[in-house]
């Protein structure tokens, strides 16, 4: 098993461009998740998934979309770039309520 | 609202002591989970350990243990024989409800002297 795969691993942006970051759990997990990590801020929630084309919205939602379109991908999408977006943002999974989160090895993203 | 709090933004151990990372959560929930995350300088979120709320038992992992006192809500991570290995930020976090949200510390940033 391939894990959570994060792609791109590193990405520069230019404001208000647009762009997706892509991943993709082969474990079968219902629970799909997006948080970023700022500096001193721990990880925070975006958005999440509780199974297929079933979303909902996190801590920090505005700036981002996501879709569940299958179990296995949950893509998170960037409408209009901000510096404020720059960030290291990580996808994780999870098969069950209260079980361990797997986590993608994050994507680090830049935006000027 | 859930919140988690560590307030030891850095702490720093000798290789083979002792260490404990502290952790103070708040919930009106009753039925919870506990984690602690390590991350290494390779970016990379591992779990270390996992505490069910309505076990009084203290789960243990190896070296890794928590002290579990759920009526104070706090959640401490004792690590034993601290190696080298172990120097990483560390992050507790907060699981409840039905949707499996995790709500996170802020880190205590380890570090291990030879």
């Known amino acids: 098993n391939a894990g959570v795969t994060q792609t791109p691993k590193f990405q520069v942006l230019k404001t208000g461009q647009s762009m997706t970051l892509q991943c993709a759990q082969d474990?079968?997990?219902?629970?799909m998740s997006w948080y970023r990590q700022d500096p001193g801020m721990g990880l925070r929630l975006i958005h999440y998934?509780?199974?297929?084309?079933?979303?909902d919205q996190g801590e920090v939602p505005n700036g981002y979309n996501v879709s569940r379109s299958t179990t296995e991908d949950f893509p998170l999408r960037l409408l209009s770039a901000a510096p404020s977006q720059t960030s290291v943002y990580f996808c994780?999974?999870?098969?069950?309520?209260?079980?361990?989160?797997?986590f993608g090895p994050g994507t680090r993203l830049t935006v000027l | 609202a859930q919140t988690v709090t560590q307030s030891q933004p850095e702490m720093s151990v000798q290789e083979a002591e002792t260490v404990t990372l502290s952790c103070t959560y708040d919930?009106?929930?009753?039925?919870?989970?506990l984690f602690w995350y390590k991350q290494p300088p390779s970016r990379q979120m591992i779990l270390v350990i996992r505490q069910e709320a309505y076990k009084q038992q203290n789960a243990t992992e190896n070296r890794f243990s928590v002290n579990f006192q759920k009526a104070a809500k706090s959640f401490s991570l004792k690590i034993s024989d601290s190696q080298l290995g172990d120097a990483a930020m560390y992050f507790c976090?907060?699981?409840?409800?039905?949707?499996?949200?995790?709500?996170f510390g802020t880190g205590t940033l380890l570090a291990v002297q030879p």
């Open positions: 474990m079968n997990h219902e629970y």
């Open positions: 976090a907060y699981s409840g409800g039905a949707t499996n949200k995790l709500i």
């Open positions: 994780a999974s999870s098969s069950f309520q209260g079980y361990e989160q797997f």
């Open positions: 919930t009106s929930e009753s039925d919870y989970y």
């Open positions: 998934s509780v199974g297929a084309g079933i979303t």
